[in-house]
């Protein structure tokens, strides 16, 4: 048995699948492949091991029909067409849980640094202005008993408001396609409609999927309804938000500032003007990356190889 993967792998995790007797495949360029080079990669592999922005849309999977197993590695998977997969009979997993409390940990840095417009100070020093103190310029805001509002109270959601409750007693509210009880007892959150979540949060959190329903919810329409203090956040996926519409906001004062860890395009060209302004800090897409949890997701991707290409169940499918 063959996998392909579309990254250099640490040497324990490549020891590991020879160890299962399957022939190791690594794409080692500092690009990444082009459509047509991993269909072409993929038709001489029985698994493909997916890691970065790689479509498995149905002309990928059209192509390769005869792959055992894809494992991504990655939570998200609004870059596959789950359809096709199913209709080819091409079970595909993902990462869920080993990356839920760093992602919120980046939500929560972002949280500060935007109130404190920390990365906007930090700039100060790099182009030489640390100097005259004045005591009320671009002063930031305190987070202790302001509102946090999440999109999406799942696992990383969940994580991120029970670091917010515990540092500063922030009130919790939520809005979910389903209840989250748990959050409710544990937390004492609250589900609110959307447009209670926009009116009523100081600090708004994304942490939904990417979806034809949630595809740029987030715009000039519903940031007029936040708060003019908010803090916009997202770490989910660019797509969610206008990043235009996001601009503007923030310019003409109708939201307060904005963290992202994600943007739409990836990777965000240098000249962005979000880059350059005082109520905003964007990172780009580190959310898991910690040392750990990196680890953790490319163990569990290669779980999933394994027993696919043993027939097993995948310890989690996506379908």
Known sequence: MKVFITREIPEEVREKLIGHDITVTEWTEKRDLKPE?????????????????????????????????????????D???????????????????????????????????????????????????????????ETGIELQGKTLGIFGLGRIGFELAKSAKGAFDMPIIYYNRH???????????????????????????????????????????TFAKMKKEAIFINTARGGLHNEDDLRQALENGV?????????????????????????ATVLPHIGSSTFETRMAMIQLATDNIIAGLKGEKLLTPIW
């Open 79 to 137: 870059n596959v067409d789950v359809a096709a997969a199913k209709e080819l009979a091409i079970p595909v997993s993902n990462t869920p849980d080993v990356l839920s409390k760093a992602t919120a940990d980046t939500a929560f840095m972002l949280m500060m640094m935007v109130a404190r417009k920390a990365l906007y100070w930090h700039k100060t020093i790099m182009d030489g202005e640390w100097g005259f103190f004045e005591p009320m310029k």
């Open 179 to 221: 209840q989250n009880e748990e959050a409710e007892s544990k937390l004492g959150a609250k589900l609110v409609s959307f447009d209670q979540l926009l009116a009523q949060s100081d600090v708004l959190s994304i942490h939904a999927n990417l979806s034809k329903e949630t595809m740029g919810l987030f715009n000039k329409k």
């Open 255 to 279: 939201i307060a500032g904005a963290g992202l860890d994600v943007t739409n395009p990836e990777p965000m060209v240098p000249n962005n003007p979000l880059l350059f302004m005082k109520n």
């Open 37 to 77: 080079e991993l269909i072409q990669y993929c038709k001489s592999h029985d698994a493909l091991l997916s890691v970065g922005p790689n479509k498995i849309n149905r002309p990928f999977l059209g192509a390769c029909p005869h792959l055992k197993v894809i494992a991504l590695n990655s939570v998200g998977y």
